[in-house]
């Protein structure tokens, strides 16, 4: 039974780069979520979707950050240009709806010199 | 806005003493998840409670769900090493979803 599956693992890329995080939810479950966790802000939603639709970007940081789902096994969070204060794990997790446990995946390690 | 705050922030405590985790609300929350994060790893969905007062226990681990929807609790007996880790609370207001700002748990052999 195949988790949420993130790539890549760890990034490393200088300031002024695009970034592309990529997340693989669970088959079957509608609901998705993309975090940012770090020491100084603990962890932060940044955007869901339902049903492959953004309900809530209020925790999008700023128009750098994009996130898009084109289909229900699939989203990317974009970063461009990258900045050294992106640098964080991010996380994604999906769940069956939107009010069900999230299942998380082993996250993304960005760190933008 | 809408905030969940953790008390406290950290805890240390001696193997097999106890420990507890609040959540609060400044809003009723429909529902009120609980997350384990070990030191390197990612959140792991330990329990959920949707009704008013609820109390749910597994094994040494008891939550509670108070009475007015805004506030949650996470009891711990007698810790273990095992223990370790972030809890965080998470609940869920209307199309809004919170996570609290973690009680990093350290436990002293």
């Known amino acids: 039974d195949a988790g949420v599956i993130q790539s890549p693992r760890h990034e490393v890329t200088e300031m002024g780069q695009e970034v592309t995080l990529r997340c693989k939810p669970i088959s079957g479950h509608n609901s998705l979520f993309w975090y940012r966790q770090t020491m100084m802000r603990g962890l932060e939603l940044l955007i869901y979707f339902n049903n492959n639709v953004p309900i809530d970007d209020s925790g999008m940081p700023e128009d750098r950050f994009s996130a898009k789902m084109p289909n229900a096994s699939f989203s990317t969070l974009k970063i461009q240009p990258s900045e050294p204060r992106d640098s964080a794990v991010y996380f994604c997790a999906s769940s069956f709806l939107g009010n069900q446990p999230q299942h998380f995946g082993d996250g993304t390690r960005l760190s933008i010199l | ?109």
């Open chain 2, 1 to 109: 806005g809408q905030q969940v705050m953790q008390i406290p922030q950290y805890q240390h405590v001696q193997e097999g003493e106890d420990f507890t985790t609040y959540c609060n609300s400044s809003t009723t929350l429909s529902n009120i998840q609980w997350y384990k994060q070990r030191p390197g790893g990612h959140p792991v969905f330990l329990i959920q409670l949707v009704k008013s007062g609820e109390v749910k226990k597994q094994k040494r681990l008891t939550f509670q769900f108070g009475e007015a929807k805004k506030n949650s609790s996470l009891h711990i007996t007698a810790t273990q090493t095992t223990d370790v880790g972030t809890y965080f609370c998470a609940g869920r207001s209307g199309n809004q979803f919170y996570f609290g700002t973690g009680t990093s748990l350290t436990v002293i052999p």
